[in-house]
């Protein structure tokens, strides 16, 4: 179109209906910030104002302001080696996951390993076991003096001495748990959606320019695929300071803790010191600040595309390195999935898990406290009306917000960013408060307060720094000019989405729907402080049976083989649903 | 003769007076007494009228203690026909959230039954309690011949009004220390008589222990132990003393069980492991079981068992009332030694009149008969014990936390 004749029309017609639409945008975008920033900001400003309150109990008698929170908290002991311990995990774990998630992915959605399929569905599998219990079966079997493979180990003639050869309790200990939790499985699903959307022609092109595979990986593939790895990256960066449970399970018996420990030691002072805890966790901000700039530069300073009209799926053929390759990501699968849950399960039905020596070794006696437990039908029944409605209502909600900050010009996108990556700075132990203050004294939350309204809300919204981060991805790689052809052919805005972008984004949508049905099933913290007797979940009585004071590992194990049952039925049904639905490669 | 027939009329007028003035004492006083028993009965009656036509009550059971405590529970729900509706989970987070509502003019609850630490420094602090001793009306509960040394115990050793306790922890040794006896013979742990042997060189690196802070409900170092105190502690906890410090029961209890350590101190909630653990046969023993010390033993008031507190403002405040007059009373008490579920241990009661001895572990000390070897029921020792454990705390941290 001539310059002239877009002024002419501007000049005209058009002009009104796109000011209408700015007026229109704006008023959404107001409703959105109103809305979600009232509700994921909030409770962040009152920790943050509570902070300032130096009473010695926040919820106790008249609140007294100063700064004494601030002045304390950075100089509770140990401040500065928690944070090296801190950033030595993060660090360790990121430099072996990452590439490695990289890789999996990669062979999973663009060559034609055999079973990929399978593959795939065993690393969400891997994700949906709960972090503690699988670092629990673990500890049965590489604890120094009686795990069991350190005792099978050392009956062997290579091996010997009353310790070893491996220590959970030890710095790899913790990388080990870390990486077989979902260090490497979270990635992995992740990233392997983004991999699919690839557009093969773009690597048929640097073959025919004469790159070799892997080159073609290293120049094309990867630099594609940026907007994903760099949202990981992020979201890893994010939580940096979050990841709490493993080390202090497995670092305090040889005396090593995090930062995320002190905020712990914090909140379970008698009486909790909120402020104080707040302060340390605050620190997480200053991550923001630098993750959003980072993340809008990279995704504006060129095009990420690799889903335009042209395209065209394919994979790789790997020749004969499948079958290894196949092996080598099968022996890994092994130890992130099948290992874990036959831990789980064996040790459900042990009298003392890891204890073989015992008599009776075995028992039923557990399986019937759990099922037995006057709290556990309706537990289950909250949870699967929970994990049900964050599944549907989720991945709706944030595609929505995902589309509005990439596919709009509104203003108040970059606050929304903000919003979104801010409410996921603040660590679960810190934002169930906030969350309690939220619904207790803001006029019609109240309402919803100790009913499963209020959990349905936390559970809906509580994954949507990942959730709108990974669906964001999805449309920077999706081509304007698919949207655009659809509405030159006459299709308006529903039908354009339902014709167009459901099916473009169905792995993206059923990723999220899994994703948030899983975090539904196994949140805790978040909503423990909005549980009533009547609204308790699966998750919640986990944590009661697994809690430091309590260390009923087997009831445990089987409150997270029940959910893993109930997360793995849907979790297979939406990939072969998304397989049906979604991008193919053929 | 005379004079002893003289005396004898004496002695049989002055019977007489004496029996006639017996016989109106008596006369007077039986007739105050069934006025104020038919008072009482009367009171009674209308507490339980009131109490049914409240028909529940509302109870926050901390320390994740709902499922041990159900049928207790389930005892007083089917003689009086009152529901019980109960939350169960962390003393912690149940005290923020019920604390929480209370702030925001939302009051659901009658009781809390939790660790009385927490109901003393947050919802006594917090104006959150009832005063106890004008809600028991049962003769039965009220007469202070029927508990350990003629009188009512408090935690709340200021006050002495909000935290009335049922149960006392009596240990022959502070912290109730165990061994593995594979490691360690019994003839060994019979010559120990103190916790000083626990701090000498040839300890080094034996010792397994939870570390002073409070989530595994490790307590208090035993320092503030007329014995030992901070001097112990701080030679305890050196880090030269290579002790295996470790925070989760499970792996506590492991440790000892396994031989990674001959000896466990500080167990907290560790200890209740530890029976389970000997229960299955395996190598862990109390050293209580076979040795006392040689100086003080130690009857720790409030310790190891969750106490109750009565809310102000509460919904059902009535049926709140019957039921702390139930479960004080004989009967109450006998229900909760006998019935209370597998995942708790009960504390002896501080009641002497007679209370079957149920679960409660027999220690071979007169428990049940109210001797206090170490009371640290008064105001300066829980002041002093409050101060330590702030103390050992902090002291840890800088040590371990480096």
């Given amino acids: 179109m001539a310059p002239t004749a877009r002024v002419d029309r501007l000049a005209g017609g058009e ?5 209408a639409r700015v007026h229109r945008g704006t008023f959404v975008m107001a409703a959105i910030l109103v809305v979600l920033g009232f509700y994921l900001i909030w409770p962040v400003i009152l920790l943050l104002v509570n902070s300032f309150n130096i009473a010695r109990d926040v919820f106790v008698g008249p609140a007294e302001w100063g700064l004494d929170n601030w002045r304390v908290a950075f100089r509770e002991p140990g401040l500065i080696k928690s944070i090296l311990n801190t950033f030595l995990i993060w660090g360790l774990v990121l430099s072996i996951s990452f590439p490695l998630a990289i890789l999996i992915s990669w062979t999973i959605a663009r060559t034609r390993i055999p079973f990929s399929n399978a593959l795939e569905v065993m690393f969400w599998v891997s994700f949906m076991l709960p972090g503690i219990s699988t670092t629990i079966g673990w500890i049965g079997l590489l604890e120094p003096n009686w795990g069991a493979l350190n005792l099978g180990l050392r009956s062997l003639p290579f091996f010997g001495g009353n310790e070893g050869p491996f220590n959970i309790f030890s710095i790899p200990g913790i990388v080990w748990a870390h990486l077989i939790g979902n260090g490497i499985s979270f990635k992995v699903i992740l990233l392997t959606p983004a991999f699919r959307n690839m557009d093969a022609s773009l690597e048929e092109a640097a073959k025919v320019s004469g790159a070799s595979e892997l080159k073609t990986m290293v120049r094309v593939t990867i630099p594609l695929m940026a907007s994903p790895i760099i949202l990981v990256l992020a979201l890893q960066l994010l939580r940096i300071f979050q990841s709490f449970e493993t080390e202090q399970l497995l670092g305090t018996p040889f005396g ?15 009486p909790p010191r909120y402020g104080a805890a707040t302060v340390l966790a605050s620190i997480t901000l200053i991550i923001v600040a630098f993750i959003i700039p980072v993340q809008r530069w990279m995704l504006q300073r060129r095009l990420y595309t690799t889903i335009a009209a042209g395209f065209k799926p394919g994979l790789v053929n790997l020749g004969q390195w499948k079958w290894i390759v196949f092996g080598l990501i099968t022996v890994l699968v092994v130890l992130l999935t099948l290992a874990p849950v036959a831990q789980l399960i064996l040790q459900s039905f042990m009298t003392r898990a890891g204890y073989f020596d015992i008599h009776p070794t075995f028992t039923l006696s557990h399986w019937s406290k759990v099922l037995t437990d006057s709290f556990f039908l309706s537990a289950l029944g909250n949870t699967i009306i929970l994990a049900i409605t964050a599944a549907i209502l989720s991945p709706l909600l944030f595609s929505f917000l995902a589309y509005v900050l990439v596919r709009t010009r509104w203003r108040g996108r970059v606050l929304l960013d903000l919003i979104i990556w801010g409410s996921g700075a603040v660590p679960g132990m810190l934002s169930g408060l906030g969350l309690l203050w939220l619904f207790i004294g803001t006029p019609g939350f109240n309402a919803l307060y100790g009913t499963l309204f209020a959990l349905l809300i936390v559970v809906v919204i509580q994954g949507n720094t990942t959730g709108v981060n990974v669906a964001k991805g999805t449309f920077v790689q999706i081509g304007q000019e698919m949207e655009e052809a659809a509405r ?41 402080l909005l549980a009533d007797a009547g609204t308790q979940t699966l998750s919640i009585m986990a944590l009661e049976y697994a809690s430091p004071g309590t260390g009923l590992w087997e009831e445990a194990s089987i409150i997270s083989v029940i959910i893993m049952v109930l997360t793995l039925g849907p979790a297979v049904a939406a990939r072969v649903f998304g397989l049906k639905f979604g991008l193919r490669h053929s | 003769m005379q004079l002893k027939k003289v005396r004898s009329t004496s002695v049989g007028v002055a019977w007489g007076l004496v029996t006639m003035l017996a016989l109106l004492v008596a006369a007077y006083g039986g007739k105050e007494a069934t006025a104020a028993d038919i008072a009482s009965e009367q009171k009674w009656k209308q507490l339980v009228a009131d109490a049914k036509a409240e028909g529940q009550v509302n109870m926050i059971i901390g320390n994740r203690l709902g499922k041990d405590w159900e049928p207790i529970l389930a005892v007083f729900e089917g003689k009086y026909g009152i529901k019980i509706r109960y939350i169960t989970g962390s003393s912690t987070k149940l005290s923020d959230r019920t604390l929480a509502e209370r702030r925001a003019g939302s009051y659901e609850w009658d009781i809390m039954l939790g660790s009385p630490r927490r109901l003393r420094d947050r919802f006594q602090a917090a104006n959150a309690l009832r005063e106890v001793e004008p809600l028991l009306i049962d003769p039965n509960v009220t007469d202070n011949s029927l508990w350990a040394k003629g009188r009512k115990w408090w935690y709340d050793t200021d006050t002495k009004k909000y935290i009335l306790m049922q149960t006392a922890k009596i240990s022959l040794w502070p912290q109730s220390p165990w061994f593995n006896t594979e490691l360690l013979s019994v003839d060994e742990a019979k010559r120990i008589d103190s916790l000083w042997e626990f701090v000498k060189p040839e300890w080094r690196g034996k010792i397994v222990a939870g570390p002073p802070l409070p989530a595994a409900g490790a307590g208090d170092m035993s320092a503030s132990h007329p014995d030992y105190g901070k001097e112990w502690a701080m030679k305890f906890m050196d880090p030269k003393h290579e002790v295996l410090w470790i925070e989760n029961v499970r792996l506590l209890a492991d440790s000892l069980a396994r031989g990674k350590r001959a000896v466990a101190i ?3 909630k560790a200890s209740r492991d530890l029976r389970k653990l000997r229960k299955l046969g395996l190598p862990v023993d109390e050293f209580q079981n076979h ?9 720790s008031v409030g310790g190891g068992q969750p106490q109750f507190g009565a809310l102000t403002k509460a919904p059902h405040p009535r049926a709140a009332q019957l039921f702390l007059n139930w479960i004080f009373s004989k009967e109450g008490q006998t229900t909760r030694q006998t019935l209370l579920g597998d995942g708790a241990e009960p504390n002896p009661t501080l009641r002497v009149d007679g209370v079957p001895r149920g679960k409660v572990v027999d220690l071979g000390v007169p428990d049940a008969k109210g001797e206090v070897y170490w009371d640290r029921a008064t105001p300066e020792l829980a002041k002093q014990a409050d101060g330590f454990m702030k103390w050992a705390r902090q002291t840890w941290k800088q040590l371990y936390r480096r």
């Fill in chain 1, 15 to 19: 002009w009104l209906a796109n000011n």
């Fill in chain 1, 256 to 270: 090593f803790f995090v930062y995320s420990t002190l905020i712990f030691d914090l909140v379970r002072d008698i």
């Fill in chain 1, 488 to 528: 030159v052919a006459g299709a308006g805005w529903f039908r354009t989405y339902f014709r167009i972008w459901i099916p473009l984004l169905m792995p993206t949508l059923l990723l999220l729907a899994v994703l948030n049905f899983t975090f539904a099933a196994n949140t805790t913290s978040s909503i423990i």
């Fill in chain 2, 266 to 268: 500080n167990l907290g």
């Fill in chain 2, 291 to 299: 040795t006392t010390l040689a100086k003080t033993a130690m009857m």
